[in-house]
Antibody, heavy 115, light 111 residues
Framework: EVQLVESGGGVVQPGGSLRLSCTASGFSFDDYGMHWVRQAPGKGLEWVSLISGDGGGTYYADSVKGRFTVSRDNSKNSLYLQMNSLRTEDTALYFC????????WGQGTLVTVSS | QSVVTQPPSASGTPGQRVTISCSGSSSNIGSNNVYWFQQLPGTAPKLLIHSNNQRPSGVPDRFSGSKSGTSASLAISGLRSEDEADYYCAAWDDSLSGRVVFGGGTKLTVL
């Protein structure tokens, strides 16, 4: 079964850091680019970042560029999002997703930035 | 504010046909494929349409997508109560070097 499972969410103070993980199973992980997409409470979907299958290409939304870093470890079938200098507006449910046309998304991990 | 615009709400009665629009520009919808997602409360988005008008297996043919120029539409025919959800369009944007843009979402209410 193709599956994505996120972890690492939690409560963090403004200015703090958090590292999210996404573990993949059921497909050849290194063949696919992977996205992070977030959804603030009661709001719409916002694309955050993309990393290519080999990790050589990374892309970011303007809202997180310079603060977030996406990476992957293909030997572990894992995707990561290192989030630094967190702001209250980063509070959201964070989803990882296989290439958009696949329709494969995780269930999300909640990040709350609050003092 | 998203660079891709959707109406915030839409509604219809059971059995009706409803359409949801998605308006963009030449750098996103005008030059790239459009995706449509359905999101029920508390769940991850579900892919309804990819490549403008292609349904993944398992998606009922009541759902259809189309694109013309810099706009796209999702049509739902034979509306059912379980179709009440949020709907999002998305596309790559060439002006944003490798980035994806989502529409703001449309809340569909089945009356």
């Amino acid at each position: 079964e193709v599956q994505l499972v996120e972890s690492g969410g939690g409560v963090v103070q403004p200015g703090g850091s958090l590292r999210l993980s996404c573990t993949a199973s059921g497909f050849s992980f290194d063949d696919y680019g992977m996205h992070w997409v977030r959804q603030a409470p009661g709001k719409g979907l916002e694309w955050v970042s993309l990393i290519s299958g080999d990790g050589g290409g990374t892309y970011y939304a303007d809202s997180v560029k310079g603060r977030f870093t996406v990476s992957r470890d293909n030997s572990k079938n894992s995707l990561y999002l290192q989030m630094n200098s967190l702001r209250t507006e980063d509070t959201a449910l964070y989803f990882c997703a296989k290439v958009l046309a696949s329709g494969i998304w995780g269930q999300g991990t909640l990040v709350t930035v609050s003092s | 504010q998203s660079v891709v615009t959707q109406p915030p709400s839409a509604s219809g009665t059971p059995g009706q046909r409803v359409t949801i629009s998605c308006s963009g520009s030449s750098s996103n919808i005008g030059s790239n494929n459009v995706y449509w997602f359905q999101q029920l409360p508390g769940t991850a988005p579900k892919l309804l349409i990819h490549s403008n008008n292609q349904r993944p297996s398992g998606v009922p043919d009541r759902f259809s997508g189309s694109k013309s120029g810099t706009s796209a539409s999702l049509a739902i025919s034979g509306l059912r109560s379980e179709d009440e959800a949020d709907y999002y369009c998305a596309a790559w944007d060439d002006s944003l070097s490798g980035r994806v843009v989502f529409g703001g979402g449309t809340k569909l209410t089945v009356l």
